[in-house]
């Protein structure tokens, strides 16, 4: 990769494009004199973006505006996924890469918490009741209450700031958690145990809750698929805070129809947004939230934390990035 020169504070123009979050204005509330704009489409960050140093996108972004727009320098994903960004094509074309790796962590670990005392609460339930202006009464069957977690065992795929952090919030419930990843000789030390993921099938057994805060990858896609449902406890619960295709969908609509798992809450979908005609939104044990789960009120403040950083390492001609990829 040949090095570039970097433009100055007073020269760059930063261009930031989102569907929805306000990310420039978040950027202008800090004063800090940098020329900047924000789209809203994609079809505007083709048209705009040849005016950029920098793009500031995650779902927008198109690996063509690598050769539509010679004049960026660098790209700083808005998201902490990167399934979007072809890294080779920046590296072919000397452009640096960086992702928005843990502008959500809290967020998103703090979903999948609420994903699962949602199911293990009987939380939509009790919603449909109030609507409803349904009373119910008491239950005999001990298996069809409400549970608690304390005791359970998680079962966490990618164990990185999303993994982490969702072990150490889960401890807090006194449940015993169990990890695979990668690399299981680093990086893994909320858990109370770490595993290959090479191990998976052979630890799904063993647990109550399945959790996915894995990145999509050519290894990851379809890793929960039909072998992995059958080896589910048919009280388990999958929560999937990671990429829709990371789980096998009709498998995972027959595992919840055939009662080979007991729920599912799902923040991500194969396709987005989840069709009309999809037989998850009628499922009633499937728990569905429309990929918010790093939607926060901070969120725009936290990706603009990550983008000044790596802005300041970029003036300063440091080699290394924050969540640098190229």
């Not at 949602?118 to 202006?133: H, M, Y």
């Not at 700031?161 to 150490?168: E, M, P, Y």
């Not at 799902?266 to 790093?294: K, M, Q, R």
């Not at 990706?303 to 790596?310: C, S, Y």
């Amino acid at each position: 990769m040949t090095p570039t020169t970097f433009p100055s504070r007073e020269e760059i123009t930063i261009c930031f494009g989102h569907v929805a979050y306000q990310l420039a204005e978040a950027f202008a509330r800090r004063d800090l004199g940098i020329n900047h704009f924000q789209v809203w489409s994609a079809d505007e960050l083709k048209e705009r973006a040849g005016e950029a140093d920098v793009v500031v996108a995650s779902g927008l972004w198109s690996n063509d505006l690598l050769d539509s727009a010679p004049g960026i320098k660098f790209v700083q994903s808005a998201s902490a996924g990167m399934d979007k960004f072809d890294a080779d094509k920046f590296r072919a074309n000397s452009v640096r890469l960086a992702s928005g790796q843990g502008a959500n962590e809290r967020a998103v670990a703090e979903h999948a918490m609420a994903l699962i005392l949602s199911l293990t609460r009987r939380i939509p339930e009790a919603c449909a009741n109030q609507n409803a202006k349904t009373w119910r009464g008491m239950i005999s069957d001990p298996n069809a209450r409400e549970d608690e977690l304390g005791g359970k065992t998680m079962l966490i795929v990618g164990m990185g700031r999303i993994g982490s952090r969702l072990a150490t919030l889960a401890k807090v419930f006194d449940i015993h958690v169990v990890a695979v990843k990668r690399d299981p000789s680093k990086g893994g030390d909320a858990a109370h145990e770490v595993h290959a993921q090479a191990k998976l099938l052979e630890l799904l057994p063993e647990a109550d809750i399945v959790a996915l805060t894995c990145p999509l990858t050519p290894e990851t896609e379809n890793l929960i698929g039909s072998d992995a449902f059958a080896a589910m406890k048919p009280s388990a619960h999958l929560i999937n805070v990671a990429r829709g295709k990371v789980v096998d969908e009709p498998a995972l609509i027959s595992a919840l129809q055939g009662g080979q798992i007991a729920g599912a809450g799902i923040d991500c979908t194969v396709e987005e947004p989840l069709p009309e005609n999809s037989p998850l939104w009628s499922i009633e044990n499937a728990l569905i939230t429309p990929h918010t789960a790093g939607e926060t009120r901070r969120y725009e403040d936290n990706v603009v934390d990550i983008l000044m950083d790596n802005l300041e390492r970029l003036w300063r001609g440091d080699a290394k990035l924050t969540n640098q990829v190229v």
